[in-house]
């Protein structure tokens, strides 16, 4: 909003959003599926999975472009944190 002393001009502006998803275990099953649904919805998701080949098999598997594969350990404090360092 700019003020001048007779006119008030309101600025278009725009807010951008992106809403992005961290899936453990997202290489096979019940978390694949999620991945799939997640990312058919417009959402970026972070597919992980403790094995890194199996990961990038199942992010091709989808072959969805908002789709990314991290490797993951949950119980390896230093993994959390190289994905917290990731996106």
């Known amino acids: 909003v700019i003020f001048d002393r007779k006119f008030v001009i309101l600025m ?3 807010i951008f959003v992106t809403r992005v ?3 453990t275990g997202g ?9 799939k649904q997640l990312a ?3 959402i970026t998701v972070v597919l992980t999975a403790r ?3 199996r990961g990038a098999e199942a992010v091709n598997t989808l072959g969805l ?3 990314v594969f991290h490797q993951l350990e949950v119980s ?3 993994s959390a944190a190289r994905l917290a360092d990731f996106y």
């Open 40 to 42: 058919s919805n417009g």
């Open 51 to 53: 094995d890194e080949k």
């Open 27 to 35: 290489n096979r099953g019940i978390g694949l599926e999620i991945c």
């Open 65 to 67: 472009s908002n789709v």
């Open 76 to 78: 390896v404090p230093s």
């Open 12 to 14: 278009p502006f725009f």
């Open 21 to 23: 998803a961290v899936v």
